[in-house]
C-alpha cells in the first residue's frame, strides 16, 4: 500500500476516533478478551426513519488470519 494512503487512512481514522470515543473503547475491550474462531459478531443498523436491518457472521480462521495481517499492516502487531 502506497504510503500517502496508510497516512490518509491513519487521519481518517483519528477523525473517527475523536467523533465516536466510545466505539475503539468497545473495540479494545473485545479484542483484550480475544476473538477466536467460532464467535458470533452481530450487526444493527437503525436508520432515522426506525428501520432496522440485522446481520451476523461466524468468524472463521481465515478471517482471524486478515485481521492479523491488518494488525501488522496498522504496526500493531501485538
Do not use: Y
Amino acid at each position: 500500500m502506497n504510503p500517502m494512503q496508510l497516512l490518509k487512512m491513519k487521519s481518517a481514522w483519528d477523525r473517527f476516533q475523536s467523533a465516536h470515543p466510545k466505539f475503539p473503547l468497545f473495540l479494545n475491550s473485545v479484542m483484550q478478551n480475544g476473538i477466536h474462531e467460532g464467535t458470533i459478531l452481530e450487526f444493527k443498523v437503525t436508520e432515522p426513519d426506525g428501520r432496522t436491518f440485522c446481520s451476523n457472521l461466524k468468524i472463521s480462521r481465515e478471517d482471524l488470519e486478515l485481521f492479523q495481517e491488518l494488525k501488522e499492516l496498522a504496526g500493531q502487531n501485538r
